[in-house]
C-alpha cells in the first residue's frame, strides 16, 4: 500500500528545516574551531589570518604549520587505520550508508589542518559535518524515500558551505547543480530553504556581511573587454590546477606512520615561504584579500600564482584532507591580478585591478568545479561589489568554460 504522499511532503519539510538548522550548527562550529587553531598557531588574538602571519615571529611562521600537520596527521593515521572516510559526493550520489563519525573526526582534521596553515580549503570540513548532523537528524523521519534522503544530504553540504562564507545563493546553487546536477523544483526549494536558514544561524559569527571586503574606488564598463581576454588564461590556469591535482591526490588515502613526518615537512615547506609571502598559509582568502586591496606586485603575483598550487599539491601529496574551491579561487585571482597588473605596466593604464583579480577567480572556478553561473555567483557573493560586476564574472566564468568544452570536443578528434 502506497504511503500517502501528503505525509511524506510534511516529512520532507521538517527534514528540509532540520537540515537547513543543522548544516548553520556546522558552520558555526567548524569556524570557531578554524578561528581557534589560527590564533593558537600564529599567536594572535584580533584581525584576519594574514595579519596574524605577519605579526608572527620568523620561528613561529615555520614552526607552527609543521606542528599542526604533525597533529593533524596523527589523527588521520588513527582514524584511517580503523575506518574509511569515502567522499562526499560519490557517497551521496550512490546513496550509500553515510559514515557520521568519520566524516566528523576527518572534518575536524581538516580544519586543525588548514587553521595551522596548510594551503586546502575549508569549505570541505563543514560540508562533511553539516551532511553527518543532518543524517542523524532526520534518521526519525521514516517515510523519507531514497531519493528524498539524497536530496537532503546535498541541501545539508551546500548549506553548510553558504553557512561558512555568507553565501545563501551559492550555497544552494552548490546542492542543486554540482551535487545533484539537477533543476527539479523539490530539490530547488529545499536548497534554497535550507542554505537560507543555515547562513541564518552562520550570522553569529558571520554578521551576514561579505567574506571579502569590496574596495571604494573607481571601476568602468571597459572592463567588460578584459573579461572576455581573460577567459584564455582561466582556462589555461584551470586546467592546469585540475591537472596538478590530479596528479597529487595520491589513489588511495594514506594509512600509514607516514603521514606525520609528511604532513609536518609540507608544513615547513609552508611556513618557511610564508616568510616572503604571507598571504600563502591557509586557504586563500589571505591571497583575495590583498587582490582586493590592490596590494601586490606584478612580481608578487606571478609568484602566488605558481607557488599557492603547487603547496596545495604538496599537502595532497603528503596524505592530507582539504577543499579545493578556495585554492582555485586564489590561483584565479592571482592570475587575473597578474595580468592586469602586466596590462597596466605595458600600456600604462589604471585597470582595476580587484574587478579583473576577482573575474580571474570566477573564470578559474568555472573551469575546475564545471559550472560557470555558479561560479560567477559565488564569486559575487563573497564581496558583493557593484553588481553590474556580476556580469564581468559571468563573461568570463561562461568564457572559459566555453572554452573547455570545445576543447573537450576537438579533443577525441584530434587523438583519432
Known sequence: MARPPARRNVDFFCAVVIVGLLAGVAGLATTFVLRFVQHVTYNYSFGALLAGVAASSPV????????????????????????????????????????????????????????????????????????????????????LSPGDREVLLACAAGAGLGAVYAVPLAGALFSVRILLDTWQPRAVGAAFM???????????????????????GESTYLLTAHGLLLAPVALAVGLAFNRLMAA???????????????????????????????????NGRSVLTVSLASGMTLLSALAILALKPLLTALFLRAGGAGGMLTPSLATGAAAGAALVLAINWAVGTHLHVPAVSLAGAAGVLAVTQGSPIWAAIFVWELARPPLWLFLLFLLTATSAHGLNVLLKRRGPTHSG
Open 60 to 143: 613561529r611562521r615555520a614552526v607552527g604549520p609543521m606542528i599542526g600537520g604533525a597533529v593533524a596527521a596523527i589523527g588521520w593515521w588513527i582514524l584511517r587505520s580503523r575506518a574509511d572516510v569515502p567522499p562526499l559526493a560519490e557517497t551521496i550520489s550512490s546513496r550509500k550508508r553515510i559514515p557520521r563519525l568519520a566524516w566528523s573526526l576527518d572534518a575536524l582534521l581538516q580544519v586543525l589542518l588548514v587553521g595551522s596553515g596548510a594551503s586546502l580549503g575549508r569549505e570541505g570540513a563543514p560540508r562533511q559535518f553539516a551532511a553527518a548532523l543532518g543524517d542523524f537528524g532526520t534518521a526519525w523521519l521514516r517515510r
Open 194 to 216: 535550507s542554505s537560507a536558514l543555515a547562513v541564518a544561524v552562520g550570522s553569529a559569527i558571520t554578521r551576514d556581511q561579505p567574506n571579502l571586503q569590496w574596495p571604494i
Open 248 to 282: 597529487a591526490r595520491p589513489a588511495k588515502p594514506m594509512r600509514t606512520w607516514v603521514l606525520v613526518p609528511a604532513l609536518a615537512g609540507a608544513g615547513l615547506v609552508m611556513g618557511i615561504c610564508s616568510h616572503r609571502w604571507p598571504e600563502l598559509p591557509g
